[in-house]
C-alpha cells in the first residue's frame, strides 16, 4: 500500500506562482511513476505532468509546458509541483497519482496507469 498526501493549493491571481507538494508514504520502494492531475468543474481528469521516480524523465501536457515543472526530493518521499504564471484556466482540483506497476516509460498519462491517489487539494486562479 502506498498513501499520498498533497498540500499546498490555494487562491492566486493570473500571473501568480503556487507550489503543490505529495508526500509519498508506505511501499514508496515499490513507485515507478509519480504524476499529477487535474480536474476542473463539470470536466475530466486530465494529465499535468509525470516523472520516474528516479527523478530522470519528466512529461508535460502542451498546456503547461513552460509553466509548471514537476521534481522530486528522494529524502522525503516528496513530489512537488511548481507552478508559475498562473492562468484563470489551472484553476482545478490537483491531484498526484503513483504507479506501482513496472514501467520503463514515465510516459504515462492516462489515469488508469495509476494505482494510488491523493485526496487532491484546489487550485483556485483568478484574473
Known amino acids: 500500500q502506498v498513501q499520498l498526501v498533497e498540500s499546498g493549493g490555494g487562491s492566486v491571481q493570473a500571473g501568480g506562482s503556487l507550489r503543490l507538494s505529495c508526500a509519498a508514504s508506505?511501499?514508496?520502494?515499490?513507485?515507478?511513476?509519480m504524476g499529477w492531475f487535474r480536474q476542473a468543474p463539470g470536466k475530466e481528469r486530465e494529465f499535468v505532468a509525470t516523472?520516474?521516480?528516479?527523478?530522470?524523465?519528466?512529461y508535460y501536457a502542451d498546456s503547461v509546458k513552460g509553466r509548471l515543472t514537476i521534481s522530486r526530493d528522494n529524502a522525503k518521499n516528496t513530489v512537488y509541483l511548481e507552478m508559475n504564471s498562473l492562468k484563470p484556466e489551472d484553476t482545478a482540483v490537483y491531484y498526484c497519482?503513483?504507479?506501482?506497476?513496472?514501467?520503463?516509460?514515465?510516459?504515462?498519462?492516462?489515469?488508469?496507469?495509476?494505482?494510488?491517489w491523493g485526496q487532491g487539494t484546489q487550485v483556485t486562479v483568478s484574473s
Open positions: 508506505g511501499r514508496t520502494g515499490s513507485i515507478y511513476v
Open positions: 497519482a503513483a504507479r506501482t506497476g513496472f514501467s520503463r516509460s514515465a510516459y504515462r498519462t492516462r489515469t488508469y496507469e495509476y494505482d494510488y
Open positions: 516523472l520516474n521516480w528516479s527523478g530522470a524523465n519528466t
